[in-house]
């Protein structure tokens, strides 16, 4: 083959190479973290939660609480949706600026997320300083000093480390299905709260 054979075949050689490249999908690049994914919840940080919240539930309905909490990361996480089961440890107080019940609280928070949206549940036990028992009409009576605590929160993640949450709270001693307490008030909480993750 002459020279002129040689380099017709290297033509034919590049045009084909070069359909076969414009044929070939190029792969797009690492996209950005999205916006969505920027905000999204991070079961690996530590969270610091505080807000006001108001007694739902007589003697002391209408008074106003101070809540500061603290929830720490997940000690496991797995993939998928069952990840929702594991709870995070959180524990938190509640300070009635009133002069009624305070109380804190310790116990486990379950998380479920829908891009910035966010539901939880917790359940766990509070230690209160209001009376067991008495004839008072204005003071809650709790039976016992050691309460079970539930509560529910619904959020938004209005920024990548901050939210905000409503948040209802409550502590009772359940008698008479789940203790021999003397007597159970309860206590019922509703407000807002903000949250800061880092």
Not at 61 to 88: M, T
Not at 155 to 168: H, K, L
């Amino acid at each position: 083959m002459g020279l002129a054979g040689i380099g017709a075949a290297a033509g034919w050689a590049l045009a084909l190479s070069g359909v076969a490249l414009a044929a070939e999908p190029v792969a797009a690049p690492n996209p950005t973290p999205s916006a969505v994914s920027a905000y999204s919840f991070d079961p690996a940080r530590f969270e610091i939660r505080g807000g006001l919240l108001a007694s739902t539930w007589r003697p002391e309905i209408g008074e106003i609480d101070v809540n500061g909490e603290l929830v720490a990361p997940k000690f496991i996480s797995v993939a998928g949706w069952q990840d929702a089961l594991l709870p995070r440890l959180h524990a938190g107080a509640m300070g009635n600026l009133a002069g009624g019940t305070s109380y804190a609280y310790a116990g486990a928070l379950w998380t479920v997320n829908y891009d910035r949206v966010f539901a939880e549940v917790a359940l766990g036990g509070a230690a209160h300083n209001a009376a067991l028992n008495g004839s008072d009409p204005k003071t809650p009576k709790l039976g016992c000093r050691a309460l079970y605590h539930t509560g529910a929160n619904l959020g938004y993640r209005f920024a990548p480390n901050w939210s905000a949450m409503i948040t209802f709270d409550h502590v009772s001693n359940g008698k008479p299905t789940l203790s021999s307490c003397t007597a159970n008030t309860g206590l019922s909480v509703l407000g807002l709260r903000i949250g800061y993750s880092f």
